[in-house]
DNA sequence: ACGACCTTAACGGTGCGTTAAAGTTT
DNA sequence: CAAACTTTAACGCACCGTTAAGGTCG
């Protein structure tokens, strides 16, 4: 095997190179690879500043030593880095542990982003199969909400007819000052349990003392996965089917009574998650 | 199974709700989950226009049916569709066939992303590999690099000072007035392939004619990859180590004979690339 | 009249690209 | 002197969050 000893030292020191070369912009930029107009927002933003500044003319040197320094900068940035983070890993010693830890968040990060991407792909395919030129496709959301303030009347009942009649005893007995424009259904059981129990419910102002006939009480904060329906029935069930395709893609699970809320000219679906 | 038959629609009528309701930009907002100024920057950009403005007060008004189509933007939007991609979207008619088009094409690219997050796990497994307590890691970088006018010698060699000597003698020969100050080696063949044939080489000024001793040609353009290394043999070897990992994991192979380019005071190793 | 709503306007953050106007070097 | 370099300054992109200052509604 060929030694090759000496041989960079001596190539350099033959050709007499000895003064410490410094590179404008312009060259530093072309031997790295990075633009100016680039090189100029990290000297700004303290990332990498030139080993020195005309203090008449403002322009800047940069060293060979620096290209280095640009390379590990381009690396980690590549690998998803932010420049702040940079810059405080840069500020630093900069030891092997240092770098070791500032690679293992990336990591992570990076494994997070796959989940998230890999979950997208799930949801794009299952949005995908659920489009038919026939119907139209209902789009679910996520949402959180806070406690609601509600009064509220539970009750089994024999027939969907009887909820009419329970909701409107509900609001012709509380005084109408205290009542707001939000109402709607709890449903306890569905029709797919055999049988029926439903609570109508109107968002009520605080100090509402109880009724003979409604509770006063509070809907609890949720997560939920809403979807719109027209307001006939077939578009209603066309709804939750979807959203109960949509919890399954995205491994929900109900956690409480399933939310009808009344809008104007819609209906508004609302299934309570929990994760896993 | 019982019947749902009409129920909808009933409970709503019975309930006098007889006028389309409009709602404000803060109803609104809690009724979508999506904040007022998200909703007025959506006005602002084209995206989702209230269907009503009060010209006197300039206060934004909602339909109950507009939370369905916020729903749409909202789900396209979570998968990543930009909000000008939206805006084209919406604007159009929106059929299923549209609808499909749009969500392969978010497809496609959210599988890239997954493409190259899994290939920056690969790169960042394997700068954590590289890291050891004792040793400096080495940065390698990618760039693309356009032709270059040089006059050179290329010669085999048996042993690495027969470089040095070629080096001086090309400097000397070339009239100073068109010596740049790039310049470097290109290596044929390196010691691991037995023997050794290498090109010094300097840049040049266009117009410099071909002399006796040297040629005079142009390097082609590459995309490079490139590591720094101090002016020492041991380091130069990390660095070339270095270069050859990084590119087994990324896939490339080399495609031509390396370069060494002398910096004042630190040596650029760099390996022409094609990829596969 | 008071608070809870609404409006427009403007800046901030990320990571620079892109002119523009003016000074420097070769 | 002109070409090729450099400088600072300012706007632009995407997607809003966040004050600020000032009208409106109940």
Redesign the pocket.
């Known amino acids: 095997m060929l030694s090759r000893r000496g041989l960079v030292a001596s190539c350099c020191l033959n050709w007499g190179l000895t003064v410490a070369a410094q590179y404008?912009?312009?060259?530093f930029?072309e031997l790295s690879g990075v633009?100016?107009?680039?090189l100029?927002?990290y000297d700004e933003i303290g990332l990498l500043r030139p080993t020195a500044v005309?203090p008449?003319?403002?322009?800047?040197h940069y060293s060979a030593h620096q290209l280095d320094t640009l390379a590990s900068i381009v690396e980690l940035?590549s690998l998803g880095v932010?420049?702040?983070d940079l810059r405080s890993f840069m500020a630093k010693a900069r030891s092997s542990n240092e770098r070791r830890r500032l690679l293992e968040e990336v990591r992570r990060r990076v494994e997070e982003s796959i989940q998230t991407a890999q979950q997208s792909l799930k949801c794009i395919d299952d949005a995908l199969d659920e489009i038919s030129p026939s119907k139209r496709s209902v789009c679910v959301v996520l949402k959180r909400r806070a406690a609601i303030p509600v009064a509220s009347v539970r009750a089994k009942v024999d027939h969907y007819t009887e909820v009419v009649r329970l909701e409107q005893q509900l609001l012709e007995t509380i005084p109408a000052s205290s009542i707001d424009k939000l109402r709607g259904v709890l449903w306890h059981r569905c029709a797919d349990s055999g049988s029926l129990e439903a609570e109508p419910f109107v968002r009520v102002k605080h100090g509402l003392g109880p009724g003979s006939f409604y509770d006063v009480k509070s809907l609890p904060a949720v997560t939920l996965a809403c979807a719109y329906s027209d307001l006939d029935d077939d578009a209603a069930e066309a709804a939750y089917d979807a959203i109960r395709r949509w919890m399954n893609v995205r491994g929900y699970v109900l956690a409480g009574p399933k939310r009808e809320i009344y809008l104007d000219s819609a209906l508004e679906i609302q299934f309570p998650l929990k994760s896993a």
């Open positions: 404008r912009i312009g060259e930029s633009s100016a107009k680039t100029r927002f005309d008449r003319t403002g322009y800047r940035k932010s420049l702040s």
